[in-house]
């Protein structure tokens, strides 16, 4: 399934959720940011762009680069995000999750789309690696508060340090020590 069969709107929405920005570029354009080329999905900053053809499941897995990354770190990305494996295999596990929020497209489809694109799991299809050997990409997203304890979606909180006034240190904290994005919510104890 392609971005254009989705429809612009339904994911945008998604990632402005998550602070993202989806940038439609028109047929026939190269896609800026686009690590593979054609029609694939491409990255700079919190802008993710793609045009009518490019796959939801690139769309997505783009997305889910950024999405996994503390938002200070997002401003340094361009088109390549991550040299990281674990990451990776987090935001595999993640654009699956992902896709049950979209009304049309679903995990099963999305994982089907991802087998005939061409990825390849040690277990052979992707639903078999994300029902069987998907735990440390799942617990990883699970830490880093991007799943629910149980693996499920887990909806993004929205500007957590804009309307909390005081103590700066929240918001500093979570570029350190802390997983992405969840210091600023569970820093009770936090005063200024
Ligand atoms: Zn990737």
């Given at each position: 399934m392609c971005l254009g069969q989705l429809g612009f709107e339904v994911a945008a929405a998604l990632l402005e959720q998550y602070g993202l920005h989806?940038?439609?570029?028109?047929?026939?354009?190269?896609?800026?940011?686009?690590?593979?080329?054609?029609q694939e999905a491409g990255i700079i900053g919190s802008s993710v762009y793609a045009r009518n053809d490019t796959p939801v499941h690139s769309l997505l897995h783009e997305a889910g680069h950024l999405i996994v990354l503390p938002v200070e770190r997002r401003s340094?990305?361009?088109?390549?995000?991550?040299?990281?494996?674990?990451?990776?295999?987090?935001?595999?596990?993640?654009?699956?999750?992902?896709?049950?929020?979209?009304?049309?497209v679903g995990r099963k489809r999305l994982m089907a789309d991802m087998d005939a694109w061409g990825y390849t799991f040690r277990l052979g299809s992707t639903r078999a690696w994300f029902e069987g050997d998907a735990g440390d990409a799942r617990r990883w997203l699970i830490e880093r508060r991007l799943l629910t304890?149980?693996?499920g979606w887990l909806p993004p909180r929205q500007g957590p340090c804009d309307d909390v006034p005081s103590g700066p240190d929240r918001c500093d904290a979570r570029d350190s020590a802390s997983p992405?994005?969840?210091?600023?919510?569970?820093?009770?104890?936090?005063?200024?």
């Open positions: 989806l940038h439609p570029v028109d047929d026939d354009i190269p896609i800026p940011g686009s690590f593979w080329g054609d340094k990305v361009h088109t390549d995000a991550t040299d990281s494996l674990e990451e990776e295999d987090a935001v595999c596990y993640l654009q699956i999750v992902l896709a049950d929020q979209l009304a049309g304890a149980d693996g992405a994005g969840s210091a600023c919510h569970d820093s009770p104890g936090v005063s200024p």
